[in-house]
């Protein structure tokens, strides 16, 4: 009896002293289609983002974190079940239907104590959410005013306002309301920064006094890369001047369009008074030719950045609700896209691609004790690599199945195994005329496959050409290169059990197409 007495104080002792560290409470923090050039702590010296940047001040900032497939619901459902999209199922946001009854690192978290939410967007079910204690979700992509949720008990509830902070609102509830003897893992999925861009009505405006530059390569010809010239996602031709800009030929339409017809009177009467002006000022120019194209790119970079504002200000509200709760040095909080996005690089708005704007994602974490401060780190990293770092960091089994991997002690300055090549395949065809492409990246050399729509290799030389503007594919100097890679890509293909990568793979390019 006095063995087991003296046995429960040393163990007493041991948590309360910070001997034995108690499983820590997470907050991964999911927004939609922000780009990590929109983000000051990236490098943008244009804008702020402070709270962004206060998570890499506090812990660290991952340069090279990247996606397996760059489109909203497939790109979450790796996220989830560190999976790639053939495995998971969830290969394309039309044709795909996630099931639930796969296992998850939620599900993991549920049997390792902890209490688990996912809040926001997901945008992979309306219905029969496993893995979830509580979850209140938005409708596909939601709305960004006055939207629907969907929760756990299959009540559909519309709230007034704006969807960002509405989403803060309820993960900041759940936190008061949750077990407070248990750990948690709360899910955050904001619809901001997606298209149509409707900025909260404080920030209508906010970069309206600033010119923005335009990229170096803003008008390119896309010479040699045959996907790239077929694809329909231009701010010239694809973006539209009344859905994404809210300006409309007929100005007596603004009244009556489709971005108002959920705002109650007061929220309609400020957005209308804010586009009325832009309306009146694109009348006044009527701009043509090159001169519209550059129009709609100042627009589209104000009305982006200033819904990525309420963004960056709502993620500072959960971080101040954690440090007030005394819950900050106990917990993980991971912000990230659930893909990158094109800021008007090779003139274009969107994702998809494998080029680095749409493939790599900005992730900044902070974990107290274990990340030091204002931390760097340049290492391959993969979304399917989150959910085996939240396991491990909770004590809990990592599953076989997941093919992402820990990078936990390359957070605690252990040995680690770092990621040499990545791997990467896009199925969607048909939504902005984007083939579908697998394919390898090694951090210096990139190698896709395009197949159905375009059928082509192309080789890019991240060294000398960052902007992958020169497809070397055909180059001779680079056929060792080629040869390595397609060597290195279909062992990848194999590993992961990508079946259908590997049928094409072995199926030669079509002589139609050179």
Known sequence: ?????????????????????????????????????????????????????????????????YVNNSL???????????TYSHKNGFRDNDHSTFNFNQNSFAKELQKAGYQTAWIGKMHLSNEAVEGFDYYSILPGQGQYYNPDFIESAGKRTRY????????????????????????????????????PWQPDLPDLGRYDSLTFKLPPNFYDDYSSRKAAAVQDMTISETMTLDYDLKVYPNQDSLGTSWDVKRMDAAQKEKYLAYYDKIQKQYLKKKPTGRALTEWKYQRYMKDYLATAASLDRNIGRTLDYLDKNGLADNTIVIYMSDQGFYMGEHGWFDKRFMYEESFRTPMVMRYPGVIKP????????????????????????????????????????????????????????????????????????????????????ELFDLEKDPQEMRNVYTDKRYQPV????????????????????????NTPIRLAIK
């Not at 619901?73 to 079940?81: E, K, M, W």
């Not at 902070?165 to 619809?191: E, Q, Y």
């Open 1 to 65: 009896m006095r063995k087991w007495y003296a046995l429960l104080i040393i163990a007493f002792i041991c948590v309360s002293t910070g001997l034995v560290k108690a499983q820590p409470n997470i907050v991964l923090i999911i927004s939609d289609d922000h780009a990590y050039q929109a983000i000051s702590a990236y490098g943008n010296s244009t804008i702020k983002t402070p709270n962004i940047d206060r998570l890499a001040q506090q812990g660290a900032r991952f340069t090279k974190s």
């Open 72 to 82: 909203c619901g497939p790109s979450r459902a790796s996220i989830l079940t560190a």
């Open 160 to 195: 007034n306002g704006y969807v960002t902070n509405i989403i803060t609102d309820l993960a900041n509830g759940w936190l008061d309301k949750r077990d407070h003897s248990k750990p948690f893992c709360l899910v955050i999925g904001h619809k901001a920064t997606h298209r």
């Open 374 to 457: 204002q931390t760097v780190i340049s290492n391959l990293i993969m979304s399917i690599d989150i959910g085996p770092t939240l396991l491990q960091a909770a004590g809990a089994a990592v599953p076989g199945q997941m093919q992402g991997y820990s990078f936990l002690p390359l957070l605690q300055q252990k040995p680690y195994t770092a990621r040499k090549d990545m791997y990467y395949h896009y199925y969607e065809n048909g939504i902005h005329a984007v083939s579908p492409h697998f394919g390898i990246s090694t951090g210096r050399y990139k190698l896709i496959r395009f197949y159905e729509k375009v059928d082509s290799w």
């Open 482 to 505: 080629v040869a390595e890679l397609k060597r290195k890509l279909l062992s990848l293909i194999k590993k992961y059990e990508d079946e259908e990568a590997e049928k094409i793979f």
